[in-house]
């Protein structure tokens, strides 16, 4: 079992275990690359830190997700958040 994790803060900033990378080139979109690959499926869920913010995760790639974070509107924020993936370590 692979797992990794994080606390990715509004401005792009983590704190976490397994990942590579993490950009913030649109407003409330946020591209994570994780430092290894999972072999698919593999699972991935995400919290907002705001009252009245959701969140959105889109499974790129064996080593890519995106997380989209609005307001109650739909608006595009940006918002720190905590994830975690898991999953089986592609070999």
């Given at each position: 079992?692979?797992?990794v994790?994080?606390?990715?803060?509004?401005?792009?900033?983590?704190?976490?275990?397994?990942?590579?990378?993490?950009?913030?080139?649109?407003?409330?979109?946020?591209?994570?690359?994780?430092?290894?690959?999972f072999s698919?499926?593999?699972?991935?869920?995400?919290?907002?830190?705001?009252?009245?913010?959701?969140?959105?995760?889109?499974?790129?790639?064996?080593?890519?997700?995106?997380?989209?974070?609005?307001?109650?509107?739909?608006?595009?924020?940006n918002?720190?958040?905590?994830?975690?993936?898991?999953?089986?370590?592609?070999?």
């Amino acid at each position: 079992m692979q797992y990794v994790y994080g606390q990715v803060f509004n401005n792009a900033t983590f704190s976490g275990a397994g990942i590579a990378s993490i950009s913030n080139n649109q407003v409330g979109f946020y591209d994570i690359s994780f430092e290894n690959y999972f072999s698919t499926p593999y699972g991935v869920t995400a919290s907002p830190w705001g009252s009245g913010m959701l969140v959105a995760v889109n499974i790129f790639a064996e080593n890519m997700v995106q997380v989209q974070v609005t307001d109650l509107q739909g608006n595009p924020v940006n918002e720190g958040f905590s994830f975690i993936a898991l999953g089986e370590a592609l070999s």
